[in-house]
């Protein structure tokens, strides 16, 4: 069958007030909720007020009631720390603005980094003990000698050479497997594609137990996808390293079209927390902006929008130096009648004039080049 015999319910941890939440987490922490993209977190207590590290917008305000209807709120068994070294980090967020034309104002290295905060994001871990019976194809390398003929034009004549070619040999296999999984990574965010799409993966080899001196100065996620939700997606994860340890016992170098009727037994739930750092910088509208740094491999995303106001007022700057020239070059041309030696000038004057004219719509087409390519690549 294809579910789990013995499926635990959705992992709950029964939080009556902020004594038990301290005793779990081994520290001081309050739950609390943006009013705005409404994510919920545990910060460290007495750290109200905030606003929220994920929109930047919105208030963070406590939840003191009702913390049972959490997704989950038992501690982690694993987490990832911060590995970005700062001299690291500061060259990345300097580099994100770098090459934007016209950037905002309020784009500057020093500034986004004095906003940086350290939010953990959560993902579920399940053990689960299987039993199964699998099918699937493994194949073997083995190579196949042969010889090519070929002209030889330094000996004027025909020769032969070895050619060595690599192939697969498929064999079908069957058997029975009965084996304990650990910690197999499944969502717990209903963005979790997204992140991982915009940041990329991580290195998980290199998490360690939970403690709560990792939790200092830092936002810690809660999930909103129960597990029931997450299990169909640590299902194929499971049957992946299934399949693999068959090549293996098999000795085999490929597997195909791995086929299995599991059994699900024993399901234990905890949870990874995966370390991001955000910022944000305010646009034209003093909007917000949020920007994510992966906290390990320190990829960077966020949205890079070039200033439309400073574009047009160095559009007008430009315009205005245009239309001082052209003033000049009609004075020139004015006093010409008089010394004409100067009408020469005056016509360059004007050529200058409208040059430098027709070059102050480039700031305004540059910035809205730069966005427009920026939003189709977002999409």
């Known amino acids: 069958m294809d579910q789990a015999s013995e499926q635990t319910s959705q992992p709950q941890f029964l939080i009556n007030g902020d004594e038990d939440l301290a005793t779990a987490w081994d520290t001081s922490l309050i739950v609390a909720v943006c009013e705005l993209c409404d994510w919920n977190y545990l910060l460290p207590a007495g750290s109200l007020p905030q606003t929220c590290p994920h929109c930047f917008q919105g208030s963070l305000a406590a939840v003191k009631e009702d913390l049972q209807e959490m997704t989950y709120l038992k501690p982690p068994e694993l987490l990832l720390s911060f590995a970005l070294p700062t001299e690291n980090l500061s060259k990345i967020i300097q580099d994100f603005g770098g090459n934007i034309p016209f950037a905002p104002q309020d784009l500057k290295p020093a500034t986004m980094q004095g906003r940086l905060r350290r939010l953990y994001l959560p993902m579920w871990l ?4 299987v039993q199964a019976f699998w099918q699937a194809e493994t194949g073997f390398d083995y190579q196949v000698v042969s010889h090519q003929d070929f002209y030889n034009e330094n000996r004027g004549g025909w020769a032969s050479r070895e050619v060595k070619e690599g192939r697969i040999r498929w064999e079908p296999r069957l058997g029975r497997l009965e084996r304990s999984y650990q910690n197999i990574a499944a969502p717990a965010l209903e963005e979790h594609n997204l992140l991982r799409k915009t940041l990329g993966s991580y290195n998980l080899t290199t998490a360690r137990s939970y403690h709560s001196q990792g939790l200092e100065n830092a936002f810690v996620r809660l999930p909103n996808r129960s597990s029931e939700d997450a299990w169909p997606e640590a299902q ?8 693999e340890e068959c090549r293996r016992a098999a000795s085999a170098d490929h597997i195909r079209q791995f086929t299995w009727k599991p059994e699900f037994k024993q399901l234990n739930w905890t949870m990874l927390l995966l370390p991001v750092y955000t ?3 305010l646009d ?5 902006q949020p920007v994510l740094v992966h906290g390990q491999t320190g990829r960077i995303h966020g949205a890079r929008k070039a200033s439309m106001k400073r ?11 245009a239309i001082f020239v052209f003033i000049l070059s009609l004075l020139l041309a004015a006093a010409s009648l008089l010394a004409p030696p100067i009408l ?6 004007l050529v200058v004039a409208l040059l430098v004219g027709a070059g102050a719509a480039l700031p305004i087409a540059t910035v809205w080049w730069f966005n427009r390519k920026q939003q189709n690549q977002g999409k």
């Open 126 to 129: 399940v053990d689960a003990d």
């Open 236 to 243: 194929p994860a499971i049957q992946a390293v299934a399949a």
């Open 279 to 281: 910022t944000y910088y």
């Open 284 to 288: 034209d509208e003093d909007k917000p």
């Open 311 to 321: 574009a047009t007022r160095a559009a007008l700057i430009v315009l205005g130096i």
């Open 344 to 349: 020469a000038l005056a016509v360059l004057g």
